[in-house]
């Protein structure tokens, strides 16, 4: 109310009256509040997505397994096997030809990192399930990365809505360091599984582990069991 006292005062012809002051007065602590709790209630969202032990980062941090290959789009295959009722192979233009859409997810590292609301755009994982109609003992599914690393993804997990054989990460095509041109994403795991430079998905009955699975890490890695190592 002083602060109403010294504006009426101070208030001459054309200048706003006390009862204005006081509303918007009312309105900018209203304003405030309500940025503090929206401030609050964002936290509180962002810090239930976070899986257990994990540190929000601004951008992916890269690993690789040995030197990025180059390749030659003229030459790519994409080889669909194992236990599937139509083996395929594709070219680039083949895999282009697949419908697309976009994906929005967090992607979390096994090392601890995980970065907010990637944007991604590819092929559905379920449009190659319909494609190559797996046998209904199919369990895994192993990616194949172009310099030869590997990782066993649990079938349900790569049937599942939301992953993906991206092209685009935040509306540009895959950078080298990202696994241009064609990665595996599968967001419901580690990044570890979301194999980079993807040329291969072999679709398997039995467990058989791939690059880091055969050094103690876990056969499946779901971030919200901490499924770090076996």
Known sequence: MALCAAAEAKSGAGAAGPDQLCLSLAQLVGAMVGARCFLRYRASVLEERLPPRQTWVPRPIVYDVGPVPKVDLSNFRLELFGEVENPLELSWEGVLALPQVAVTCDFHCVTGWSV????????????????????TEVAWVMAHGREGYTANVPYEHFSREGGLLALRLCGEPLTPENGYPLRLVIPSLYAWKSVKYLVGLEFLVGLRRGYWETRGYHSAGDPWREERFA
Do not use: F, Y
Request: zero cysteines; aromatic letters at 4%; proline letters at 10%.
């Open 116 to 135: 907010k609301d990637l944007a991604w755009e590819g092929v559905p994982a379920r449009t190659i399930v319909e494609l190559v109609r797996p046998k």
